[in-house]
């Protein structure tokens, strides 16, 4: 029998039981800032010991964040997780900056094997560049602050039929026949936004007023100049993403409302409302392709095994070893992550499941970000590991539609099973115009930096409405219209990451084509590129994985088309 649990990795560096806090870490940050550097074997050791110490201080501020957001309410949680931002963070990023510069001046970098580590010494060259100490007390109270949004989110909860649900459990009630329990639900959850509108909107004047002072002191106009760099957008610039809008807007728009106008028709409602979207055509009740979390793990280690054992046994080590927190509950952050362990090898996956489809193929999108994490375990160095979110989210959202031959796990019967990956593929259509909704928004917001909640909220419906505003009829709630862009975490807590995701389901549907074309080619083609981590360029990661790295109104038409065909296989 295999041996699922984990073994403590053996360091060879720092010490074995090293107690993170500053005392402790600032010798060996002094020892690797002095150390001799006179041979390419002592630059190549040297490299090595720094990506041991980096991978520990990672983990262990991932363990902070896991815990937290497990347990908002919890304050020696949330204490821990701002020792760590205000107190460690602070104090590493100078001499981190300091070691980067020792790398670049070093006589000897010219002679590392420039193939192996091109991207890596591209990207600390990228990092001394925008290095800025006045930013540093900025990002730590970006940090803290960013963090309330979990706790605001966290706390809301409403009641229905005198029970109190979070959230994302009463989206259930979305899903409803009765769409007088619909329009209930929808209204309760809408309303009990609004009422932390106002202080999520002072936060959020907050988070721009800062991520523009760091902006200016980098010596950009504005954030958005600023994080492209940041985020080593290497291979597209905003001009490709105004233009990535436009085929979204042109391709993929019409197909969605003609999908809707076919709900309308078949739902019997002359003009769909937002509490219209969720309910099964059918005229039956929501799936349930699981009863709870523990069964939603379970199958989805027997739907990976499926697709190849070795996955199957990556998720099933995670169980072993409790690296799944999946059920909603109250006091828990909202969303769902897959968060890598840096020295452990393995990821913590969160999500707030409520017993949905929705909650299923979150589960593989994150099991497909799990995947990744282990085929990059023993990548050399731990900045190896570090892909960008394009790369990321493929492994993800191609997981999401090649675990569909295998959903009979989570259905017994056919036209569950049928109804469930129909309503799968318009869900990877939907994606892509609500990504562009939330990418153009954050390039009005941060280039238009001085402006108030009110013109915010504007530029959100116009933005919005240019792309179908959900395909339903707004009229008599416009101030839930206009409020509709507060429920998406990545404005406040991670910037600037959400185009990827758009990016990426374009490389997902390309990878299903070739997947349904030549299952074990196009799996084979999938993992190869994923064990790549971030060692290759982008666009080479993208061809390994047999696919192009392409958004143009061409190929976004290429694989609309694709999925278009599949869901008429499916009626």
């Not at 908002?72 to 107190?87: G, I, K, M, R, Y």
């Not at 007088?180 to 959850?189: D, G, L, P, T, Y």
């Not at 828990?332 to 362990?341: I, S, V």
């Not at 840096?342 to 707030?352: D, L, R, S, V």
């Amino acid at each position: 029998m295999i041996d699922l649990i984990i073994p403590k990795k053996t360091r060879t560096y720092i010490p074995q039981d090293l107690d993170i806090k500053w005392d402790n870490l600032s010798p060996i940050f002094d020892e690797l800032l002095n150390r001799e550097l006179s041979t390419l074997e002592a630059l190549e050791q040297w490299l090595k010991d720094k990506s041991e110490l980096e991978a520990a201080l990672e983990e262990d501020f991932a363990w902070r964040y896991i815990k937290m957001s497990c347990d908002t309410n919890n304050e020696s949680l949330v204490q821990a997780f701002q020792h760590f931002a205000e107190e460690i963070e602070p104090k590493i990023s100078p001499i981190a900056n300091q070691l980067n510069i020792k790398l670049v001046n070093n006589e000897l970098v010219d002679q590392l094997d420039q193939e192996k580590y091109f991207v890596y010494l591209r990207g600390i060259k990228k990092s001394l560049e925008l290095y800025r100490e006045e930013n540093i007390p900025l990002f730590t109270k970006l940090q803290v602050a960013q963090q309330r949004f979990q706790a605001i989110s966290g706390a809301m909860t409403v009641h229905i039929n005198e029970q109190e649900y979070t959230l994302e459990q009463a989206a259930t009630f979305l899903k409803d026949v009765s769409r007088e329990v619909r329009e209930h639900a929808w209204k309760s959850i809408q309303q009990r936004r609004l009422v932390d509108k106002d202080d999520l909107n002072i936060l959020f004047d907050e988070l721009i007023t800062m991520r523009h002072e760091v902006s200016l002191n980098a010596g950009f106009e504005n954030y958005r100049d600023y994080m492209f760099q940041a985020l080593g957008r290497f291979d597209y610039t905003p001009k490709d993403c105004y233009e990535f809008a436009e085929a979204i807007e042109k391709e993929i728009v019409p197909i969605l409302k003609e999908q809707a106008e076919k709900r309308s028709e078949a739902l019997g409602i002359e003009a769909l409302k937002p509490w219209d979207m969720e309910v099964s055509t059918t005229g039956k009740p929501a799936l349930k392709p699981f009863a709870n979390g523990s069964e939603l793990i379970d199958k989805t280690i027997a739907c990976f095994d499926r697709i190849d054992p070795k996955l199957g046994q990556m998720l099933a080590t995670m169980k072993a070893n409790n690296l799944f927190d999946v059920e909603s509950r109250k006091g828990k952050a909202p969303g769902g992550y897959n968060y890598p362990l840096a020295e452990t090898g393995a990821p913590f996956i969160f999500m707030n499941s409520a017993n949905t489809l929705r909650d299923l193929t979150t589960m593989v999108h994150e099991g497909g970000h799990a995947v990744h994490t282990f085929l990059t375990s023993k990548l050399e160095l731990n900045d190896f590991k570090h892909c960008p979110s394009e790369v990321a989210e493929l492994a993800s959202m191609s997981m999401e539609l090649i675990t569909m031959d295998q959903w009979d796990v989570y259905f017994d019967k056919e036209e569950d099973l049928i109804r469930a990956k129909r309503e799968q593929l318009i869900d990877v259509l939907k994606t892509l115009p609500w990504v562009a909704v939330i990418d153009q928004f954050q390039h009005w917001i941060y280039t238009n930096p001085g402006h108030d909640a009110a013109a915010r909220e504007t530029a959100f419906k116009q933005i919005y409405s240019r792309f179908g505003a959900g395909f339903t009829n707004w009229d008599g709630l416009e101030a839930e219209f206009g409020n509709a862009w507060q429920k998406q975490l990545h404005l406040f807590e991670v910037p600037f990451y959400y185009i990827e995701y758009a990016i990426a389901q374009l490389g997902a549907i390309a990878i299903y084509k070739n997947y349904k074309e030549n299952p074990n080619k196009a799996l084979q083609q999938y993992l190869d590129a994923l064990a790549l981590g971030y060692t290759k360029p982008m666009n080479e990661i993208y061809e390994t994985a047999g696919i192009k790295f392409d958004f143009s109104v061409d190929y976004v038409e290429e694989l609309a088309a694709f999925i278009k065909n599949e869901l008429s296989l499916l009626d």
